[in-house]
T-cell receptor, first 113, second 115 residues
Framework: DQQVKQNSPSLSVQEGRISILNCDYT??????FLWYKKYPAEGPTFLIS?????DKNEDGRFTVFLNKSAKHLSLHIVPSQPGDSAVYFC????????????FGKGTKLSVKP | EPEVTQTPSHQVTQMGQEVILRCVPI?????FYWYRQILGQKVEFLVS????????KSEIFDDQFSVERPDGSNFTLKIRSTKLEDSAMYFC?????????????FGSGTRLTVV
């Protein structure tokens, strides 16, 4: 039962270009969506979130877009840097829950110099 | 920047043995979580803990698992009789009241290997 899906296991982008990471979800009860970045041997690190009542949130080089009708969100990184190379997880929490997160399988981003 | 600290970083145990994984959440956080990630798979929710009791748990969190906050600072996950399939990275996380918007802080994880 994959409520949060990241269909691209990997993405390779040239330094300075835009990275677009995609995420689809099935549960209409999700009220917050979060993106995490993870390096090997480390825990996930919070990047950016968006409430289900918004359609865009921006923080520096990171922008998250939410399309509720399509149950789709995306993370844009502009410009991409080699240090952005990591696994990116999309996660969501259910309205009314204690906020436990449901994660996608992740997308491994490689930014080449 | 405040951190969530997990110990040990790596633990090897014999099948059937009990293990305790330890976490020190951020001091003013109120909600605590355990997640796990089996190699090559997604991060999965195990249990949430608030106000000194379990608030939610997943199907994975069966009778073999228990959590405790024994002294107001540590947060532990105990697996009573480990199985091979318990081998995974175990992550502790904590958040404050606004954490649903500002994210949860995860520890670096404990790699549990059951042999």
């Amino acid at each position: 039962d994959q409520q949060v899906k990241q269909n691209s296991p990997s993405l390779s982008v040239q330094e300075g270009r835009i990275s677009i990471l995609n995420c689809d979800y099935t549960n209409s009860m999700f009220d917050y969506f979060l993106w995490y970045k993870k390096y090997p041997a480390e825990g996930p690190t919070f990047l950016i979130s968006i409430s289900s009542i918004k359609d865009k949130n921006e923080d520096g080089r990171f922008t998250v877009f939410l399309n509720k009708s399509a149950k789709h969100l995306s993370l844009h990184i502009v410009p991409s840097q080699p240090g952005d190379s990591a696994v990116y997880f999309c996660a969501a929490s259910v309205r009314g829950s204690q906020g436990n997160l449901i994660f996608g399988k992740g997308t491994k981003l490689s930014v080449k110099p | 920047e405040p951190e969530v600290t997990q110990t040990p970083s790596h633990q090897v145990t014999q099948m059937g043995q009990e293990v305790i994984l330890r976490c020190v959440p951020i001091s003013n956080h109120l909600y605590f979580y355990w997640y796990r990630q089996i190699l090559g798979q997604k991060v999965e929710f195990l249990v949430s803990f608030y106000n000194n009791e379990i608030s939610e748990k997943s199907e994975i969190f069966d009778d073999q698992f228990s959590v405790e906050r024994p002294d107001g600072s540590n947060f532990t996950l105990k697996i009573r009789s480990t199985k091979l399939e318990d081998s995974a990275m175990y992550f502790c996380a904590s958040r404050g009241p606004s954490g649903r918007r500002y994210g949860y802080t995860f520890g670096s994880g404990t790699r549990l290997t059951v042999v």
